[in-house]
């Protein structure tokens, strides 16, 4: 039973959604709730529902059971109302490959109604802003895939959402476009907007999210900024490499490990980065003479979170 309270101040709130496809159960009563001008991310594997979510949240699809709210409307009763306060960046790319950068982007004024002369504007403005300047006249089927995701997003402000909500924004790109992507949505979250993203880079919800939602199987298994659900992974490990066989033989007998691997030449064993730790286990070792090639600690992060609360490894 859901005994949270409704929050009818938050920019986006959804409350025991529920969506079934035929006999497949895809949400399963999820709450979701992003205060205005912070960014949730919702990070989750491949076919978790996150997607699902998203089209519930935008009126895309209407859920079996749950309310959605959104920018201060109730998605059931006033779908246009929420349309027209939202921005949209699906998954896979809203771009016309026969149009250029600033036609797509012309085209988007038209569907929002404003003249032409701001349209054009709007349209220059935006290029300029995602570095699409030179491009913007060439037909986007010759952009690269980071071009495409910035035209993609660049279409989604022409109507000047307060709420945007973004479907995996940054998958494919390479670490350099990635960085730009980020900029461009944290200068969004700057100027006030409201950020929902789904995502399943753990890095990304780390680098970028206020509050990350982690949906696995339905359900959102946990909720919180991402320091908190990192205190949730108790401590770090350090993990020793040796240079062969019979050295890592040897250490694993002497110490605990709590884990090993033969082909890797390593152990892990629990512990942190303080020198109260390592220099025992420093001392042991130079003890009984065993040389180590490599000392890592390892602190938590979002990886080790999602793996132990949905047992698999994220992207
Ligand atoms: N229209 C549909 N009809 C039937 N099943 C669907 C439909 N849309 C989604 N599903 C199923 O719902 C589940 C969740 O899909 P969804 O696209 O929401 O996942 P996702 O988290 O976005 O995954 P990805 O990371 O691959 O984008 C999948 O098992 C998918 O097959
Ligand atoms: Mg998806």
Avoid: C
Avoid at 40 to 69: I, Q, S
Avoid at 72 to 89: M, N, S
Avoid at 215 to 235: Q, S
Avoid at 286 to 305: F, K, W
Wanted: a negative charge; zero cysteines.
């Amino acid at each position: 039973m859901n005994t949270s309270t409704r929050d009818d101040a938050a920019a986006i709130s959804a409350r025991g959604l529920y969506k079934a496809f035929g006999e497949k159960t895809v949400l399963d009563g999820i709450d979701l709730t992003v205060q205005q001008g912070t960014i949730l991310a919702l990070l989750g594997p491949n076919g978790a529902g996150k997607t699902t979510a998203v089209h519930l949240l935008t009126t895309y699809l209407r859920p079996d059971a749950g309310e959605v709210r959104v920018a201060g409307w109730d998605a059931a009763k006033h779908p246009q109302a929420v349309r027209r306060a939202i921005g949209v960046t699906g998954q896979f790319s809203a771009v016309d490959g026969y149009l250029t950068g600033r036609e797509n982007l012309m085209l988007m004024a038209d569907l929002h109604l404003l003249p032409k002369r701001v349209g054009r504007a709007k349209a220059a403005e935006l290029l300029e802003r995602f570095e699409l300047g030179e491009a913007g006249d060439k037909p986007a089927s010759t952009y690269s895939g980071g071009m495409k995701r910035k035209l993609d997003l660049a279409m989604t402000l022409v109507g000047d959402p307060k709420v945007i909500f973004l479907d995996e924004p940054t998958t494919g790109l390479d670490p350099r476009s990635r960085r730009t992507m980020w900029d461009i949505i944290r200068g969004l979250v700057a100027s006030g907007t409201t950020l929902l993203l789904t995502t399943q880079y753990l890095e990304e919800a780390d680098q970028l999210a206020d509050r990350v939602a982690v949906l696995d199987g339905g359900r959102i298994v946990a909720e919180g900024t991402p320091a908190e659900l990192k205190a949730r992974i108790p401590g770090g490990h350090i993990e020793l490499s040796f240079a062969d066989r019979a050295r890592l033989e040897a250490a694993a007998s002497l110490l605990d490990p709590t884990g090993r691997d033969d082909d890797g030449l390593t152990l892990q064993l629990p512990g942190d980065a303080r020198v109260s730790t390592l220099w025992p286990l420093l001392r042991r070792l130079n003890d009984a003479s065993i040389e180590v090639e490599a000392l890592t600690v390892h602190t938590p992060d979002l990886d080790d979170v999602f793996f132990a609360l949905t047992g698999r490894k994220g992207a």
